[in-house]
C-alpha cells in the first residue's frame, strides 16, 4: 500500500481493484461458466438464459456499488462482459456434454471459485486493515506536525518581537 499525492491510500496487492481487468475477473469468467451450467441444467432456453445471465451479471455489478466496492465504471462494465463471454460458449456447447460431465464441472468450478473468491475477500480485508492502520498513523503524525509547527511559530514570534525592541 502506498500514499498518493492527492492523500489516498492505494493498493498495491494483486487484489486491488483495476482500471480495467484485475484478478478479480476471473471469478467472474467462473462466475459466467457456473450461470452457464446452472442454466443449463435447468432447460432454460437460449434467449431466456442469455437474459437471465445479463441480468444476474449486472445485478451483481449493482450489489457491489451498494456495498461500496470501489471499481471504475469501464472495470464494472468489464466484469459483466468478462461473465457473459464465459456464459455463452458454455451454454450453447452444453448440449454436447453428457449430464455428468456438466455437473461434474459445475461442483469443480463452483468450489475453484468459492476457494478464489474466499481468499481474495481475505486479502481484501487485511488491506483494509492495514488502511485503517495507515490512516491513523498518519492522523497521529499529522497532529504531532502541527503541533511542533504551532510551537515553532509561538518561539519565531517571540524572538521577532525580543529583536524588534533592541
Same mark, same amino acid.
Given at each position: 500500500m502506498r500514499h498518493s499525492r492527492d492523500g489516498r491510500f492505494v493498493r498495491t496487492d494483486i !487484489?486491488?481493484?483495476?482500471?480495467?481487468?484485475?484478478? !478479480? /475477473?476471473v471469478p467472474h469468467l467462473l462466475s459466467g461458466i457456473m450461470v452457464a451450467l446452472g442454466l443449463y441444467l435447468l432447460n432454460f432456453r437460449p434467449v431466456s438464459a442469455f437474459i437471465i445471465a445479463f441480468l444476474i451479471f449486472v445485478m451483481y455489478e449493482m450489489f457491489e456499488a451498494l456495498v461500496?466496492?470501489?471499481?471504475?465504471?469501464? *472495470?464494472?462494465t468489464l466484469d459483466v462482459i468478462v461473465g457473459m463471454i464465459s456464459f455463452t460458449?458454455?451454454?450453447?456447447?452444453?448440449?454436447?456434454? /453428457?449430464?455428468?460431465?456438466?455437473i461434474s464441472t459445475l461442483i469443480l468450478v463452483t468450489?475453484? *471459485? /468459492?476457494?478464489l473468491s474466499f481468499f481474495g !475477500?481475505?486479502?481484501?480485508q487485511k488491506a483494509l486493515v492495514l488502511e485503517?492502520?495507515?490512516?491513523?498513523?498518519?492522523?497521529?503524525?499529522?497532529?504531532?506536525?502541527k503541533g511542533r509547527r504551532d510551537r515553532l511559530q509561538i518561539r519565531f514570534r517571540k524572538n521577532r518581537y525580543r529583536f524588534k525592541k533592541v
Open positions: !487484489w486491488r481493484e483495476g482500471e480495467y481487468i484485475d484478478l !478479480w /475477473s461500496k466496492i470501489e471499481e471504475t465504471k469501464m *472495470n464494472r460458449p458454455l451454454f450453447l456447447l452444453a448440449p454436447y456434454f /453428457s449430464q455428468m460431465e456438466i468450489i475453484v *471459485n /468459492s476457494t !475477500w481475505l486479502e481484501s485503517q492502520k495507515l490512516r491513523a498513523e498518519y492522523q497521529l503524525q499529522k497532529a504531532k506536525m
